[in-house]
């Protein structure tokens, strides 16, 4: 293509990128040889493309011969239109018609006189494409923002998308699409935006310019309002005239404005220090216009900056030609009246007016805008017209209606400029010299502007006119001019707004008539349940009592709110606030307007003045007296929510079925909505200092419902000094509308929904971000009140405890303030880090603008690092955490990383500064290293649901005074539960794995020796050790498994892993010494059974010859009797053999087995374990001797005279002292001894060494773990010589049965029937197959079987009791029992329960075992399972037996035992018998053993199945009831005050605690004086100043709240909630007769509200302690 350009100079279109135009070709070149001049015809020759417009194409020809005159036609064409054009022949040709962007082919010929043709020239011209238009931007974001535009006609290929801020560019990008969103913009920043069609050639259109005004075309009211308060604080001028570029249409922007607030002193201000504060709409103040009047060489927008600036601080207010991209065609702003404000501060030296005054600019020719000059004319105090030249248009300046002066600047410098004309219109004007500024030839610019500025200045001083611009819209609505809030939306809004203000004369009479609730009633409220968790004024009185009171007055106070009528206030809010989604915001903006009206004149002084006195700290009275006004005079939506808010909680006391509750249920999802649709909560009132939990919580709840599943949430929270701008940051951070007006300052704290995009959710994991903004600490509200600091404290501790990362603004030069912040800062990080939680941080420093701030404030930084150590350990010792020494120990911080330097908010001195850029580029800094610590959370994001119990957690701890020692939360105890039931899952899989092992190395211990072996090792020993090896090999692999698992677990995300790291430790140490105990009872039981089995060698080889010697005889017998050739009667067989029989017995020698003494090895094991304690020990085990112990029950009796009496009194006045705290011990340290004797007794073993071991390590081990009383050396030994003595003469039974029945003789005589039944048939050649077959069955194969059965039986019925929730956790099994006892609701039940735990709880498992089994077919599930794995066993033996060369039917049986004997213990003696006199076929034998075998399995299902539970359960060898009980009683230990049971997880925790603590009157506690129950509950007591005695202290008293100097391992938590301990209350209630004469006590003195406790309310406490709602 042969490139072609432009010829012409186009001045007034610039043409954008301009690519070759054209392709011009000749079909014939220019080397060709000429034609005949007759009939030859020249091509139009070089044609040129000179022009290509949008629609038009104007192209140039080098005419070869100008003699002859030809006729030019040019053809064109594209896909879509065609055309020709005929014309003289010229040197240029202009193509009009054409369609924008498109690809045109152009054929030109000329065409002779004669008709006669030229070679065609072609070419194609690509049209101008057209810009894109009507650019939207339909969604502004603080970060992004979305636009779309019309296709403009053409083949667009795609289109160039240019984002340019203060002239430098931002970003392009390209798109094919309409649409585009562009992100990572920052926060507050004007940017312009320009939109290019680009065509497949790469020939772009002219752009198209969107302006902040014409995004306001595209916008909606409420971000045309947003976005006028933010062009207004940039000092940009905003719209006030904005018309419609396609309907002509312009309209009043008052809506836009409404929010609007300006701040200023005037010079008559001055001396007071006064200043004026108004929403800028109902402000009358001069407005000064500015127009043009045709063409103007003055830059009018740019005189209007210069007059506006001081020589200090220029700012562009307007857009003007000069600036970058001011000179773009105007294609919507024209028409546009803008508006801004200058305000003085008061400083003569700065001011350029002295007094306010509005300054309108309109853009265009007045001449095409003749509404929007007939406004102005008759709004302004003042119009000043630009001109250039006077004409006929100068007419327009005399059919006004002008209300105010008429000035006419023009430019003497301008060639069009014309005196006598301008004199002609002043004439007809009838203006002086005064009213007509000129620009002389040789004045400059500020020469000018000073003269300007002095004739504005002339005519603000001095004017009547002034006129808000609220009362401009009736000049608006008669000139035709629409106003923004003519809609019926926001018209119904403010109707309903205004009814509601309207009524407003006295703030503080309205308050107390309208919103009767939340004023003096809720603050009372507050202080009563502050006093209930607190329990400051007990002073003497009863606790209970004193709690009960305090619910009446709250009672009461419930009851007074709701005789309250809703006030017609309220009534007409809530109505509001269900309208429409549109009208209900318009409605909410009205309200904020309405009352931000009311109070501020009210507020803003009385905040100066609160100020002001702060100076001087000796006003403290004065400074009362005016926060009171303060909080008196304050009123705002917050108010009315707050109204709402208690309205519902005051209608919860009602019962659920009256009216006027059912009326309010709604009430919680309508905030919801709102909250939904972006409106703020108020989660902290800041008055009361206090949270409605259950108005909050409610909403919350509904709005989980409306948004789940996508209910995932992380927390951003600001803390800092008040008025340091954490409202503002958060606004400038997030887009949020925190109220930031300096007369209305943040109190309590305020949370607020973001929701986060799709592309930004995946790197946050989160569905919603909350914000929470809250009130300064160290305010100056309470910086003079007694509960100053308590106060900050909590509402930091609240809100840090909610937060995912948290923002400490820093904004002051005090080091003394800044100590007192970070010291409660933390304070609240230290208490999250204690109770589970460890939110982010990151400091913000403001006001530092230096952009070598980061390094220059290194020193600083490790000051303040030094700082928050210093604060860590003081904030430790305060908490008596003082292993945190340094604020790294608290949290994650890095002084390089964690530390933000922000520059000021104002570029300048207010009230006429603009924003500072840089602000809002540091601040989006800060954002986005926010939401990179936010994507890098190792812990899972909060739904909504347990950000609620958070909140709720968090607020009932900090209303206590130590707030770590009573948090209570249950995603915390969730977490915790969830990790008992994964613990205790690996440990049964530990222990049950093992209970495998040893049953299946019992076995081979039992099978040693027999024909059962297969590898013969070469002694037992030998096979212990290889045993004990093979044990300890197992349980190290189990012990890292256990770790392993441990450590995995930890590493998981979700599930609040992190809330529990503190117990991973506990847990840890639990799986040691898990591993500890099964080691030694897996090798005492492997030793126990090896030495067993080696005992019983000797008496096998004695049995096994005697069985050998009696087949021997009985061969000779028949031998004898057959050679009689006599057929012989069974009778006489009989008789040979009994013959032969006596003379075998007489034959034989039959040593009586000598049975050893127990007894004295018992006492050689006693006095071992005792020699450890001493020679005291020694000496008293040596007073009496074990035979003399034991007889009778065990009775511990105080020594001396002293503790004889002590115990007597202790008995007559039924109090349990050391004494009876010892027998209680005794005794249930006998009872599970005794239990343990009695298991091995059932088990008919022999006695081994191991077991009195076991027993000395139980009672060793109960000693120790009972902590709480002092165990005495006289009271242990005499307790193990009890328990020894008794157990030595069980066990000396035992022995002595296990040798009477394993004597020889007797087991030989017992089967004198069969050898003798054996000889009968082998006499006669009888076959035995069928009967041998049945005997192997029924004598060793069955009852082996069952005891496999038996040995398997119980691990399963532990897994399967472990599968429901109750044997679960230790929590569940407490839950469980507790509500067990509340379905019996049985005095009996509760009594054995309180007094005898351990044996209720045995018990109580039991019965769970037996209900669970009580359907023999459960149990019968396992049973046959182990039967059905026997049966396969022995038959896979048989079949395996088959297959090998056995000579006869012994070594068949031989080889059959063998494949078993890893499985089933065969009795050796029957199957000794079974050998002898066995003539039966090895082939029918094996065919009778399968069907007996399978009979037997048959005959053993059927009993199995009608087995009761209770029978089972004695013949297993794990009893489940012990293991259950073991696992779920956890550690033993019991509450020192009220006995409730420790619920801690694993057995070796540091820290014991309880979820449900009694009164201690359940426990026998009493009143020493009236021997009366008490109704005193440890919960409650450890936050009093009352005292308890015990032994531990010496009988002296002792405060409760000091009980961790004497039961350190204990954590006594008060209440979760007030009512959490209803459950004992109702119970002693109930019960309280009964108790006392059982404990032969008087009867308690119940407070009130415990009698009105009822069951189901029980019911509901336990529920909520045990986290199981």
């Known amino acids: 293509m042969a490139e072609s350009a432009p010829t012409m100079d186009n001045s007034d279109e610039d043409l954008y990128n301009v690519p070759d135009y054209s392709t011009p070709y000749c079909e014939e070149g220019e080397n060709s040889p000429p034609r005949p001049q007759s009939d030859y015809v020249p091509p139009p020759g070089k044609v040129t493309v000179l022009n290509a417009g949008q629609e038009t194409v104007s192209l140039g020809f080098s005419l070869p011969d100008n003699s002859v005159k030809y006729t030019l036609q040019l053809d064109y064409s594209c896909n879509t239109q065609s055309g020709s054009l005929v014309t003289e022949d010229s040197s240029t040709v202009k193509v009009e018609g054409l369609n924008p962007g498109t690809e045109y082919t152009f054929s030109i010929i000329r065409i002779a006189h004669n008709g006669k043709q030229s070679k065609a020239t072609s070419l194609s011209v690509f049209t101008e494409p057209s810009p894109p238009v009507q650019i939207t931007v339909y969604q502004v974001g603080s970060e992004s923002l979305c636009l779309r535009w019309d296709t403009p006609a053409g083949e667009v ?8 801020s203060e002239g430098d560019i931002v970003q392009e990008l390209t798109t094919d699409t309409d649409n585009l969103t562009l992100s990572n913009l920052n926060p507050g920043v004007c940017y312009s935006l320009q939109v290019s069609a680009q065509l497949r050639n790469g020939r772009k259109s002219k752009p198209t310019v969107t302006t902040v ?70 402000s009358e103040l001069p407005m000064i216009s500015f127009v043009r009047l045709g063409e103007c060489s003055l830059s009018k927008s740019e005189i209007l900056n210069k007059l506006l600036s001081n020589s200090q601080q220029y700012h562009d207010t307007f857009v003007h030609r000069d600036m970058e991209c001011g000179d773009i065609p105007r294609k919507i702003s024209n028409g546009l009246a803008e508006i801004t404000w200058y305000l003085p501060c008061g400083n003569k030296n700065m001011d350029v007016f002295s007094e306010p005054v509005a300054v309108t600019n309109l853009r265009g020719d007045i001449a095409l805008f003749e509404t929007q000059f007939s406004f102005l004319c008759q709004t302004s105090a003042a119009v000043f017209v630009f001109f250039d030249k006077c004409d006929s248009k100068c007419e327009l300046l005399t059919n006004q209606h002008h209300k105010g002066q008429i000035f006419l600047v023009g430019n003497h410098q301008s060639k069009h400029f014309n005196l006598n004309a301008l004199k002609k219109v002043a004439t007809k004007l009838g203006l002086t010299n005064s009213n007509i500024l000129l620009k002389a030839k040789h004045m400059n610019d500020a020469d000018f502007v000073k003269t300007l500025r002095k004739t504005v200045s002339n005519v603000v001083e001095n004017t009547k006119m002034k006129m808000g611009i609220e009362q401009m819209a009736n000049i608006a609505h008669e000139l035709g001019i629409w106003v923004d809030e003519d809609s019926s939306e926001c018209q119904t809004a403010k109707k309903n707004a205004d009814a509601i203000t309207a009524e407003i004369q006295n703030i503080l009479q309205y308050k107390e008539a309208q919103l009767p609730s939340q004023g003096q009633i809720w603050k009372e409220l507050t202080c009563l349940e502050k006093e209930e968790f607190r329990l400051r004024k007990v002073g003497s009185e009863d606790i209970e009592k004193y709690k009960s009171d305090l619910q009446v007055q709250k009672t009461k106070l419930r009851e007074k709110q709701n005789s309250y009528d809703m006030s017609n206030a309220m009534t007409c809010f809530i109505n509001a606030i269900s309208s429409p989604g549109i009208e209900r915001c318009y409605f909410l903006k009205w309200m904020r307007m309405n009352l931000d009206n009311v109070s501020r004149e009210k507020l803003s002084g009385l905040r100066e003045q609160y100020k002001e006195k702060c100076k001087d700290s000796e006003n403290k009275e004065e400074i009362k007296d005016i926060d009171k006004q303060l909080s008196n005079s304050s009123l705002g939506t917050e108010h009315f929510f707050r109204e709402m808010g208690q309205i519902y909680e005051a209608s919860l006391s009602l019962p659920e079925t009256d009216r006027s509750r059912k009326q309010l249920q709604h009430l919680p999802e309508l905030c919801a909505e709102l909250l939904l649709d972006g409106f703020p909560l108020e989660l902290v009132d800041g008055d009361a200092s206090n949270i409605p939990l259950r108005w909050v919580s409610d909403v919350l709840s509904k709005l989980n419902d409306l948004v789940s599943p996508k209910n995932k949430i992380l927390v951003v929270t600001v803390l800092g000094v008040q008025s340091t701008g954490k409202s503002t940051l958060l606004n400038t951070m997030f887009g949020v509308q925190f109220a930031v007006s300096s007369g209305r300052c943040t109190r309590g704290a305020f949370m607020l929904l973001i929701r986060v995009n799709e592309d930004v959710k995946k790197v946050l994991n989160c569905d919603f971000i909350v914000i929470i903004d809250t009130e300064g600490l160290k305010s100056p509200e309470l910086a003079q009140l007694d509960n100053s600091h308590e106060h900050d404290n909590e509402l930091a501790t609240l809100v840090v405890g909610l937060s995912d990362i948290t923002i400490i603004n820093i904004a002051m030069e005090n080091s003394t303030e800044m100590k007192d912040i970070l010291q409660i800062v933390v304070h609240a990080f230290l208490r999250m880090k204690e109770v589970g939680k460890r939110p982010k941080c990151q400091f913000v420093h403001q006001n530092v603008s230096d952009v070598s701030a980061h390094e220059k404030n290194l020193r600083d930084r490790k000051l303040l690092l030094q700082q928050l150590n210093e604060m860590t350990q003081a904030a430790a010792k305060m908490e008596k955490k003082e292993e945190n020494k340094s604020f790294t120990d608290v949290m994650e911080y890095s002084p390089d990383t964690g530390n933000w330097y922000i520059p000021g908010l104002w570029n300048g001195n207010p009230p006429m500064a603009p924003v500072n850029a840089g602000y809002s580029e540091a601040v989006y800094e800060l954002k986005k290293n926010i939401i990179k610590i936010l994507g890098s959370c190792d812990s899972s994001a909060n739904d909504i649901l347990e950000f609620t ?314 000693l120790h773990n009972n902590q709480d009383v002092t165990i005495e050396i006289e009271f242990e030994v005499s307790l193990k010589q009890y328990i020894c003595a008794f157990a030595a003469r069980e066990f000396q039974k035992m022995h002595e049965e296990f040798i009477q029945m394993n004597d020889p003789y007797r087991c030989l005589n017992q089967n004198k029937e069969k050898f003798c039944a054996d000889f009968k048939d082998v006499f006669h050649d009888r076959d035995q197959c069928q009967k041998k077959a049945e005997e192997f069955t029924n004598r060793c194969l069955e009852p082996a079987v069952v005891d496999f059965v038996n040995r398997s039986l119980g691990p399963d019925i532990i897994g399967e009791m472990q599968t429901s929730q109750q044997f679960s956790t230790r929590m569940f099994f407490q839950y469980s029992v507790l509500m067990d006892l509340l379905t019996k609701d049985d005095f009996e039940n509760y009594q054995s329960y309180i007094c005898s735990y351990e044996k209720y709880v045995k018990k109580w498992t039991l019965d769970q075992i037996v209900e669970r089994f009580s359907n023999p077919s459960t149990a019968f599930k396992f049973e046959d399972q182990h039967l059905q794995s026997s049966v396969r066993s022995i038959n896979n033996a048989t079949n395996k037996a088959k297959t090998k060369q056995s000579g006869d039917l012994k070594t068949f049986v031989k080889n059959v035992c063998q494949e078993l004997g890893d499985k089933l213990v065969i009795s050796q003696d029957a199957l000794g018998a079974f050998m002898i006199l066995n003539n039966a076929d090895q082939e029918q034998f094996a065919h009778w053993l399968t069907q007996c075998v399978k009979e037997m399995a048959n005959a053993l299902g059927e ?27 956890g550690c033993g230990n019991q509450c020192p005050f009220c006995k409730a049971p420790c619920e801690a997880g694993g057995r070796f925790h540091t820290e014991h605690w309880t979820s449900l603590h009694r009164p201690e009157g359940l426990g026998r506690y009493r009143f020493c004086l009236t021997n009366k129950l008490t109704t005193d509950i440890c919960s409650s007591s450890v936050i009093t100043e009352a005292q308890f005695q015990c ?69 509901a406490s336990i529920n909520e302690s045990f986290n199981n709602t």
């Open 1503 to 1529: 009993k199995f199945k009608h087995t009761n539970i209770q029978v089972k359960l004695k013949k297993l060898h794990v009893n489940p009831q012990n293991e259950l009980f073991t696992k779920l009683i």
């Open 949 to 1262: 119990e958070w909140m709720k957690s968090l607020w009932n701890a900090v209303k206590h005074e130590n707030f770590i020692f009573s948090f209570r939360n249950s995603l915390v105890a969730d977490a915790y539960m969830r990790l008992c039931t994964e613990f205790n899952k690996w440990e049964w899989e530990f222990r049950k794995e093992m209970y495998t092992w040893v049953t299946k190395s019992e076995t081979r211990i039992s099978n040693y020796g027999t024909v059962a072996v297969k590898s013969e090792v070469s002694d037992m020993r030998e096979l212990l050790t290889h045993l004990k090896s093979e044990a300890c090999t197992i349980l190290s692999k189990w012990e890292t498994k256990l770790l392993d698992n441990l450590t995995q677990y930890f590493k998981q995300t979700d599930g609040h892993v992190y809330l529990v790291e503190q117990y991973r430790e506990d847990f840890a140490n639990s799986a040691k010494s898990l591993r500890q105990e099964m080691e030694r009872s897996v090798l005492n039981q492997l030793t126990a059974a090896a030495d067993i089995r080696q005992g019983m060698t000797e008496l096998d080889r004695i049995k096994e010859n005697h069985t050998k010697e009696l087949e021997g005889r009985v061969s000779g017998l028949i031998e004898h009797c057959r050679q009689k050739k006599v057929q012989m009667t069974d009778k006489e067989l009989d008789k040979e053999f009994d013959k032969m029989w006596k003379q075998m017995v007489n034959d034989l020698s039959f040593s009586k087995q000598k049975a050893k003494d127990v007894i004295t090895s018992v006492s050689h094991h006693l006095r071992d374990n005792l020699s450890r304690k001493g020679s005291h020990a020694c000496q008293l085990l040596s007073q009496r001797s074990m035979t003399d112990c034991g007889q009778e029950p065990f009775t511990y009796t105080a020594e001396g005279f002293y503790k004889k009496v002590k115990h007597k009194l202790s008995t007559f006045f039924n109090i349990e002292d050391h004494v009876m705290a010892l027998q209680k011990t005794a005794d249930h340290i006998a009872m599970d001894c005794t239990q343990f004797v009695t298991e091995k007794l059932e088990k008919k073993n022999n006695y081994h060494e191991t077991y009195i071991q076991e027993i000395l390590h139980m009672i060793d081990e109960r």
């Open 1591 to 1659: 032994e531990a202290t010496n009988w002296t008293f002792h405060p409760y709240k000091r009980y961790k100097e004497i039961f350190s391992n204990w954590k006594i938590q008060p209440d979760g909630s007030l009512q959490a301990s209803d459950y004992w209350k109702y119970v002693m209630a109930k019960f309280n007769i009964q108790f006392a004469k059982a404990y032969n006590a008087k009867p308690a003195d119940i407070p009130l509200a415990w009698k009105i406790i009822t069951r189901k309310q029980a019911e």
């Open 157 to 164: 290929e795609s289109y160039i998308v240019t984002c340019c």
């Open 213 to 282: 005004h014409t995004i306001f075309l595209c916008s909606d009211g409420f971000v045309m309002q947003e976005m006028a308060l933010k062009m207004s604080m940039c000092q940009f001028s905003v719209p006030l005239l904005l018309p419609n570029c396609d309907t002509k249409q312009c309209t009043l922007m008052l809506w836009a404005m409404r929010d609007i607030v300006k701040k200023y002193r005037p010079q008559s201000l001055l001396q007071s220090k006064g200043f004026i504060e108004q929403r800028i709409v109902l």
